[in-house]
């Protein structure tokens, strides 16, 4: 056993360069044995590239890294194993179709005259299951276990090669608070046997449940590192975010001048016990014509699933929706889009631009689909809709037939919106438009939504941003646990109010909360807390 | 100057084009006539026009190849298709009092084209709508189908005396061969079809990225049904000529390989397996490809059964051409040359 | 679901589908000390069900239902059918099919699929039949064609692993190129007069009983012995299944993907160039248009013997009863008589067609 008071990792003076970003500057970074770290930051702030830094997938460009005092270099994940430091990601990369125990050996399974000796396999992957307190038969297929087992036995098998270090990259995001428990029971135990774990997580109320330390990154650039007991969440928050709180202040100002009139509007659209098994509980929702409706809720609340119901993505089991006082049931995007219902999906990449084809094409696209095959919109007409979206939105290169792919992040999602726009929806549902794209193109987007709604157009707005959500909302409603729970008018609403309802639906600062409407408000654990800084993976985002 | 020459270079109909360039010059070079044209008896005759006519089927195929390709999808059923069309067709007209008379062969030709759209039904249903990977989906047909053929023929080689029938392979309208002139009103309805609807936009984005199209409201599904429906339409046209060529259908040797042939002029042509962008042009240029090669591989005097050798470099070379790994090499060397040049990455 | 983690005071299924982890077969599993609990019946009834409705062990299951249900019928039906010989006449006429099946199934383990096999078979043959002309010992032209088959094998796993060439067209072209190699050769059939071919040819090892077998067949047998044995217990068979379930994952966990990858196409090679040489002891020749659309059979064999086209389930034996199932339908079209010879495709398809849909089934269970 090594010293406990030196680190069993130390990088310092960090920096890594992609063409054109300082992805890393100059960032120190450390960590002791038997303590859980968190590595804070929003996106872009560089922890992924400081994990795969650490990991030896990227190389550096300056700094060093020292494993128990010895300068390393790693050249790949593998080195990395080997030397003791292992690594699960957020997507399982286990093998379905293979045993528990193979998933937990293999690479290194003991074998016997050049075969795999199947019954030391098994036994030595029971034992280390059984050390992780897991009731589960080393010789089923992994791909018959929920992902919260697989995620386990992903733990399992990188601490079965005398791990150092282990770094868990958002472990929690796919799990139920039970199954966030029983992680947390396996961390604590390797803690106790003096691994140090690096645990990356943007629920706070995790971070601050399981974490020792942690060190904030932002731009790059490193802010700091505190001890967890010593940081109060709103410093926390403010050291992640730094400036970018006031960037949009003026935007603050023209939100809180926009005010519906109620007595106007006619309600668009009325789901009523929509829902769908696995997804989200029966629920109802009201927008009306000019309004902008905020989902707030934590990844997997149901907000997202709600929304695509909402958009005729899925097909809800339960329930109808109403619109303009017409009963329908969508049953395809389709449906959705001939009743001038838009649905912007947050995956940008997998669900939303088809790279391959160029900014016309992709804007064209959904209105195109809706006229069908045989009545092409004529090329003239094409060129003159592409230009005054690109001009419009601001999207850059302004050049109609540059491929989308080639676009950056918040060019192809204002591509995606002018899609949507160019169908002249009544309902515009946009799921986290604003994740992972520069600032600039965050506040024109927020922009957007506002004049939208100013001509009349409904906008059902998701982001896992709630200053974002309070920023543009005049409604918002809060989901928790795949059930709608509050359904708040916006009139001085807060992000602690909102936290409050998002963790354990009791509603604290009752004074705020005049008109607010609280639909149910049952009593859970307080396992959740505010994802504020949305995942990494966004596409082309290299965080 | 070298950013035009770069353009033509990275142009996705390059290297097709400068292949059939130097297997004309090698042509041209062992016999000189290649090029020339003459007209006997009012009919076109000439090496090129030779490479049209052999060429007009797996052209044929192609077309429909390609659309399919650009789902994502592959139609290894073609041959077999092929194979039943033109036994339908040649037992059709045995049976007839008449075997001679155009109505026969009228009616003996719409019933084939009529079956190949349900057997290209049968492909789509399986893919589109039982969600079978297509490679798979295709290989039920490609196997059973030739058994069909066989069923159809009793297992016997057809030969039918049918004038009508015979000038579908072997006529000529206007000078041309009739098999030219199909192959263009195929690949001239394609191109129209695809090109002037929407329909080529839908094609691609659905290969592209189906679930993205989805949700923008491209239906998917009718469109897979389509694209192999018309391919099988496309396959039928082929077997019909191929069996009114040689006035007899063999059910196991009509259309044999052709699909291979079909997909290597697609991958040649330029329109990744991978699905998404296609060019029917370069479908045209990568069918001419190998029709030049096979007549190449005839004048220069190499025994004609060895075209196959000749084919298996073709994929190769073309494969490795388009190989991400070659283009990460070439352009590993361009910014090494352009380093030592002192321009850094203006190059790259 | 969310307390299948607690403590475990009852033995709790810790799968989504209960399935694989209650039952007591393959690679890996058995010792479950604390199975009790529930109605002995009930359980082996579940055992049963979840066994047949797994995409590993399911397709298999009806595979040898299918054969053992189509042999009982040919009992029926015909005089004579129901017998030893007939049997074991299935593996004498299919031997080489059965190595071409195990190659085959190594490749569609991984993902991929050869499409080289039937032209390589052809040319295997001619190699051996023209060089044995020219006087060439067998002991030399065999392990030759062994190496060259292979050799082979490894330029098509080279192109599809360092130029990321799709099977499909890689193994196509190698396709192209052994059928060109065989008109090369020659254009005609090419007998073999060798004494050592023919006595190979001609020979039978009595197993007592009237019953006989082939020499082929002792090959075939030891091939597959020898290729369940790396599938099962050595490192590199199961990074073959580790490639078909999750290539990227198969790389994190810092299996050899890349050379397993190549080396399937050396051994679907290797076991072409060997079905090749026990075509020729079945024929005596070399021809260049022999075995054509033996690919469809292989695949078809390894496809109807459970083994799933996008990789990662199947079994070496699957794969040979999925020869028997395809020999057994020949054997019955020859005993029927009236039926012609062309049913055996029309069957082959139909059998692809409804063991495609049942591993799709099985597979959308699963996710």
Redesign the interface.
């Known amino acids: 056993m090594t010293d406990p008071a030196a680190p069993v990792v130390e990088m310092r003076g960090i920096s890594i360069e992609f063409p054109g970003v300082k992805a890393l500057d100059g960032v120190d970074f450390r960590m002791f044995p038997g303590e859980v770290h968190s590595l804070m930051g929003e996106n872009g702030a560089g922890k992924s590239t400081l994990i795969k830094a650490l990991t030896g997938v990227y190389g550096i460009d300056g700094g060093t890294i020292s494993l128990e005092g010895t300068h390393v270099a790693f050249g790949g994940p593998a080195q990395a194993q080997a030397a003791g430091i292992s690594t699960v990601y957020q997507e399982v990369n286990l093998l379905p179709n293979l045993s528990v125990a193979e998933n937990i050996m293999l690479g290194r399974e003991p074998r016997r005259f050049g075969a795999i000796d199947w019954r030391a396999m098994r036994r030595r992957s029971a034992a280390l299951l059984q050390g992780l307190n897991l009731d589960i038969d080393p010789g089923s297929l992994l791909g018959d276990h929920s992902l919260a087992v697989q995620q386990l036995i992903a733990i399992a098998r990188a601490i079965d090669v005398n791990a150092k270090v282990l770094i868990l990259d958002e472990p929690t995001s796919s799990l139920d608070s039970d199954e966030v428990a029983e992680l947390f029971r396996v961390i604590r135990s390797l803690k106790e046997q003096g691994v140090a774990i690096l645990f990356v997580s943007h629920f706070l109320d995790q971070v601050y449940e399981i974490c020792d330390r942690l060190t904030v990154l932002r731009n790059g650039k490193l802010v700091g590192e505190y001890l967890v007991e010593e940081l109060l969440r709103i410093d926390l928050v403010q050291k992640m975010i730094g400036k970018e709180l006031t960037a949009l202040d003026d935007l603050e100002q023209r939100a809180r001048s926009v005010v519906v009139d109620e007595s106007d509007a006619a309600t668009f659209v009325h789901a009523s016990k929509l829902g769908r098994r696995g997804g989200i509980q029966p629920a109802d929702l009201p927008i009306a014509a000019g309004e902008v409706v905020g989902l707030a809720g934590l990844l997997g609340s149901g907000r997202t699933e709600f929304a695509r119901l909402l958009g005729g993505i899925d097909r809800a089991d339960t329930g109808e929706l109403a619109i303009l006082g017409r009963v329908t049931r969508l049953r395809t995007p389709r449906q959705a889009i001939s009743h001038r219902i838009a649905f912007s999906s947050e995956n940008r990449r997998d669900e939303g631009i088809v790279g391959d084809l160029t900014v016309r094409d992709n804007i064209v696209l959904a209105l195109q689909a809706d006229r069908g095959w045989f009545r092409p919109i004529p090329k003239k007409r094409q060129d003159e809709l592409t230009q005054s979206y690109i001009q419009a939105l601001n999207i850059r290169p302004a050049n109609p037939d540059a491929l989308v792919r080639n676009l950056s992040g918040g060019n192809q999602q204002k591509v995606l919106l002018a899609r949507w726009l160019a169908i002249a929806p009544r309902l515009l549902i946009l799921d986290e438009p604003t994740r992972g794209i520069d600032i600039g193109a965050k506040a024109e987007i927020q922009k957007l939504v506002f004049t939208l709604a100013e001509n009349g157009m409904s906008v059902l707005f998701i982001s896992a941003e709630l200053e974002e959500v309070l920023r543009l909302s005049h409604r918002v409603v809060v989901l928790r646990d795949r059930r709608v729970v509050a359904d708040l008018e916006n009139d001085g609403l807060t992000v602690d109010a909102l936290l409050a309802l998002i963790a354990d639906g009791s509603v604290e600062a009752d004074d705020t909360l005049l008109a607010a409407s609280v639909v149910a408000s049952d009593a859970a654990p307080p396992a959740a807390s505010a994802p504020l800084a949305p995942t990494d993976h966004a596409p082309g985002g290299r965080a | 100057m070298s950013a035009v020459l770069a353009k033509v270079v990275a142009h996705r109909l390059f290297w097709p084009v400068v292949m059939l360039l130097i297997l004309f010059t090698i042509n041209l070079i062992a016999f000189p006539g290649f090029f020339t044209i003459s007209v006997r008896d009012g009919h076109l005759f000439g090496s090129l026009i030779d490479i049209l006519r052999n060429g007009a089927p797996t052209l044929i195929i192609a077309v429909g190849m390609t659309l399919v390709i650009a789902t994502r999808g592959?139609d290894l059923s073609v041959g077999a298709v092929a194979a039943i069309s033109g036994a339908v067709a040649c037992s059709i007209i045995l049976g007839s009092p008449e075997p001679g008379s155009l109505a026969t062969v009228a009616v003996a030709v719409s019933v084939a084209l009529l079956i190949s759209l349900v057997l290209g039904v049968w492909n789509g249903f399986l893919v589109a709508v039982?969600?079978?990977?297509p490679?798979?989906?295709t290989?039920?047909?490609?196997?059973?189908?030739?058994?069909?053929a066989?069923?159809i023929t009793?297992?016997q080689i057809l030969t039918v005396n049918s004038p009508p029938f015979k000038f579908l392979g072997s006529g000529f309208w206007f000078g041309v061969p009739i098999a030219v002139i199909i192959a263009a009103v195929v690949f001239g309805l394609a191109a129209l079809i695809t090109r002037?609807?929407?329909?080529g936009?839908?094609i691609?984005?659905v290969g592209?990225?189906p679930?993205?199209?989805?949700?923008?409201?491209?239906?998917a599904r009718g469109l897979l049904f389509a694209v192999y429906t018309f391919c099988a339409f496309c396959a039928a046209i082929a077997g019909l000529i191929l069996t009114a060529n040689t006035a007899a259908a063999d059910?196991n040797n009509t259309g044999?390989f052709i699909e291979?042939d079909a997909?290597?002029a697609v991958?040649i042509g330029g329109t990744s397996?991978a699905g998404?962008?296609y060019s029917l042009l370069g479908t045209l240029v990568g069918a001419l490809v190998i029709q030049t090669l096979v007549t190449t591989v005839y004048t220069v005097g190499i025994?004609p059964?060895?075209?196959?050798?000749?084919?298996?470099?073709v994929?190769?070379v073309v494969?490795?051409l388009q190989?991400?790994?070659?283009a990460e090499a070439f352009s590993g060397v361009r910014r090494r040359l352009a380093l030592r040049a002192g321009k850094g990455?203006a190059a790259s | 679901m969310t307390n299948l983690l607690d403590a475990p005071e009852r033995p709790k299924r810790p799968s989504r589908g209960g399935g694989a982890a209650d039952r007591g077969i393959g690679p890996g599993s058995g010792n479950r000390p604390d199975a009790a609990g529930g109605s002995r019946v009930a359980r082996i009834g579940s055992g049963i069900r979840s066994l047949l409705t797994s995409p590993k062990y399911g397709p298999v299951i009806v595979t040898a239902v299918l054969f053992v249900a189509v042999f009982v019928i040919g009992g029926v039906r015909y005089r004579g059918f129901f017998s030893g010989q007939v049997f074991l006449n299935l593996l004498v006429d299919n031997s080489y099919l059965i190595v071409l099946a195990v190659g085959m199934t190594f490749v569609i383990l991984t993902g991929g699929i050869d499409l080289s096999v039937g032209a390589v078979v052809a040319l295997s043959g001619m190699i051996a039949a023209s060089l044995l002309q020219t006087g060439w010992s067998p002991a030399v032209v065999i392990p030759l064609i062994l190496v060259l088959t292979s050799v082979l094998g490894l330029l098509v796993g080279l192109m599809i692993h360092v130029f990321k060439v799709q099977p499909f067209i890689a193994t196509l072209a190698a396709m192209f190129l052994a059928r060109g190699l065989c008109y090369v050769i020659s254009q005609n059939s090419i007998s073999i007069t060798d004494p050592t071919f023919v006595q190979l040819a001609i020979a039978r090892i009595p197993l007592g009983g009237n019953l006989s077998i082939t020499p082929s067949v002792i090959i075939a047998v030891a091939v597959v012995a020898v290729a369940v044995w790396v599938l099962h217990a050595t490192r590199f068979g199961r990074t073959v299944y580790a490639i078909g379930g999750g290539e990227q994952s198969g790389l994190l966990m810092g299996l050899p993907v890349a050379r397993t990858k190549v080396l399937v196409y050396v051994i679907s090679g290797f076991c072409s160039g060997l079905a090749g040489v026990l075509f020729t002891f079945y024929t005596l020749s070399g021809y260049p248009l022999t075995a054509v659309g033996t690919e469809l059979d292989a695949i078809a064999a390894v496809v109807i013997g459970g083994t799933l086209l996008t990789g990662g389930y199947g079994f070496v034996l699957g794969s040979v009863l999925g020869v028997l199932v395809l020999g057994v339908i020949q054997t019955i079209i020859t005993f029927e008589g009236t039926l012609s010879s062309w049913w055996t495709k029309i069957f082959i398809g139909a059998l692809l067609l409804v063991f495609i849909i049942l591993q799709k089934v099985l597979t959308a269970r699963r996710r």
């Open positions: 592959i039982l969600g079978i990977q490679i798979i989906a290989l039920i047909l490609m196997t059973a189908g030739r058994g069909v066989m069923l009793e297992g002037r609807t929407a329909l936009m839908f691609e984005s592209i990225n679930e993205a199209s989805r949700q923008a409201g491209v239906r059910a044999l291979l997909i290597l991958v397996l998404g962008r025994p059964i060895a075209t196959m050798v000749f084919k298996a470099a994929v190769t494969c490795l190989s991400p790994t070659t990455v």
